[in-house]
């Protein structure tokens, strides 16, 4: 069974850095490796909405609201996800989710998300 868990939130103050993990399970590594790869934010009240996604090749995507501030990456090795989020801001504010887009299994994977909460 595919399982994504997302860690790393909390309590941030404006202007701090704060890294997302997401870690999949049941999925096996060329799966993991050939898959998109995305982070998605819903902030109180909102929609969830894209952040920052990386295709299979590495190829990355920001939402222009955190381009420049905020990082995707992935160690394909431990079917891993990252977000390192920098100089963050209380509009950051919000549930992160991580999501696994698979060609393969045919679905797209979401993990239970994240509350990351900055303060001003």
């Known amino acids: 069974q595919v399982r994504l868990v997302e860690s790393g939130g909390g309590v941030v103050r404006s202007g701090g850095s704060q890294r997302l993990s997401c870690a999949a399970s049941g999925m096996i590594l060329s799966v993991f490796t050939s898959s998109a790869k995305a982070w998605y934010a819903q902030a109180p009240g909102n929609e969830r909405k894209l952040v920052a996604q990386i295709t299979r090749d590495g190829t990355t995507y920001y939402a222009d609201s955190v381009k420049g501030r905020f990082t995707i990456s992935r160690d394909n090795a431990k079917r891993r996800v990252y977000l390192q989020m920098n100089s963050l801001k209380p509009e950051d504010t919000g549930v992160y989710y991580c999501?696994?887009?698979?060609?393969?299994?045919?679905?797209?994977?979401w993990g239970q998300g994240t509350q990351v909460t900055v303060s001003s």
């Open positions: 999501q696994i887009n698979s060609d393969s299994y045919g679905t797209d994977y």
